[in-house]
């Protein structure tokens, strides 16, 4: 498939996981990601693009865990919904932590999909469909 400079920020803080969704997102032509260790850099990441206004260029869509050291997944999706530059920023979740829940919880959130984390298959395809949308 073409390659695709849609920028997607990612916020994983298991090294391994977070080198798997690149990699899966790269094989899949999008390789214009940026990777975060945990939400609260992930969130410094939208601020500081925000500030020098190109918040449009380097933020498309969001991939987050939901346990993280610093921020969790939900806090982010929080910050992200609460803010009107970035409240339509399709936001996704994937976590190992996805049960009825923290579903619910997502839900409320405004997530645009969860996904548990064994789905990194589906992923690709969320992507696609969130960002043609």
Known sequence: RERN???ILIA????LLNALICDSLKKAGYCNVISCENGKEA???IQDCKARDVLDEHVKL???DIEMPQMDG???LKLIREDSA???IPVIIFSS???DDMRRKGESLGADAQLSKPEIGKLVSIVDSLLTK
């Open 5 to 7: 400079d849609i920028p």
């Open 12 to 15: 994983e803080d298991s090294a």
């Open 43 to 45: 969130w410094n990441v």
């Open 62 to 64: 969001v991939i987050t």
């Open 74 to 76: 939900h806090h982010l």
């Open 86 to 88: 970035t409240e339509e």
């Open 97 to 99: 932590l996805i049960n």
